[in-house]
């Protein structure tokens, strides 16, 4: 399937994949909602070709929302990481469910020393890291820049919009280019005790950040 599927087509493909079977709070697990991922996937590849005939790498992949986007997107092959084993045997059924032969999983934690073998190895990072909230301070900057240090060409990576002045800064401080490329709408529904509301309307931005 190339990019030009519909966005309404990938959102209902992306709709019909299950999620996290038992959410992890340690992993700060939150399903990329459908609409979101459909959105996000889009906007990459109508924009800024970052998709069709790609090599991928889905950081944080979770069950997968991004990397089977991608692959239905036409991207040429999708690596996609996760720490947590659980998480990656949903995305081998989601994989197999969806009959799709170019998503390879590795189990490994993102932030290791060992993905440093990939350094500049990926078209295209993807990735909707942790929020960095509760114990996990500071963690998805470490994505980005870990993203960053993967990628030959851009990274493309979901915040909380409330975070945007302190992206910016990092960006400086980096040396690298960033803009955001899309706003988005982020349900958050209630999957932890500690929640105390049925669900979370959150404003995300997509960030698109590249060497030059």
Known sequence: MSATMK???????????????????EFEQYETPA????????????QFEGIENKLILDAGCGPGMLSIGASLLGAGVVISVDIDDDALDVLCENVEDMEIDNVDVVQSDFL????????????TVLMNP??????????DMKFLKMGLDLSSDSVYSM?????????QKKIKE???K???????????????????HQSKDIAVDLWRLHHS
């Open 159 to 167: 915040h909380k919009s409330t975070t945007r002045s302190y992206i």
């Open 7 to 25: 966005l309404k087509t990938l959102e209902g493909h992306l709709l019909s994949l299950s999620g996290f079977s038992k959410p992890k709070i």
């Open 35 to 46: 609409h979101i991922a459909a959105v996000a996937l889009y906007t990459i590849q109508t």
């Open 178 to 196: 960033g803009s955001v490329v899309a706003e988005l709408r982020y349900n958050l529904p209630s999957m932890y005790k500690f929640h105390k």
């Open 174 to 176: 980096w040396g690298v």
């Open 112 to 123: 290791n020393s060992d993905m440093n073998r990939w350094e500049n190895y990926f078209d």
């Open 130 to 139: 942790p929020f960095g909230t509760k114990n996990n301070a500071g963690i």
